[in-house]
Nanobody, 131 residues
Framework: QVNLVESGGGSVKTGDSLRLSCVGS????????MAWFRQMSGKAREFIGA????????DLAESVKGRFAVSRDDVKNAIYLQMNNLKPEDTAVYYC????????????????????????WGQGIQVTVYS
């Protein structure tokens, strides 16, 4: 059974940076897709970014390009979200997710992931940005 635990959230002021971590157990995620999502209060969950099993498989939402970056460490079985120049509208619960992407291309798996249809999710961590 896959278990994902996020850390690194908190309350920061506008313009600050945070780095979220998500460490997994139960499987090695070497060949998995790994992603970050967020859910703002009263809104649907939103895709932020994802990284596949090779360096060319990287996708980032337009809304965070230039400020956020997603990376992974397969030795630590982890995915990271570096968030810079944070704004109050980044306030949300942030979730990591993984999926083995079996039987599909990275694009197909990513498309499914953007719809929220990946197999394993963390419990979420709060990020609050105040002005």
């Amino acid at each position: 059974q896959v278990n994902l635990v996020e850390s690194g959230g908190g309350s920061v002021k506008t313009g600050d940076s945070l780095r979220l971590s998500c460490v997994g157990s139960g499987r090695m995620f070497t060949n998995y897709g790994m992603a970050w999502f967020r859910q703002m209060s009263g809104k649907a969950r939103e895709f932020i970014g994802a990284v596949g099993w090779s360096a060319d498989k990287l996708d980032l939402a337009e809304s965070v390009k230039g400020r956020f970056a997603v990376s992974r460490d397969d030795v630590k079985n982890a995915i990271y979200l570096q968030m810079n120049n944070l704004k109050p509208e980044d306030t949300a619960v942030y979730y990591c997710a993984v999926d083995p992407c079996h039987g599909t291309t990275w694009y197909g798996c990513l498309t499914r992931g953007k719809k929220g249809d990946w197999s394993s999710w963390g419990q979420g961590i709060q990020v609050t940005v105040y002005s």
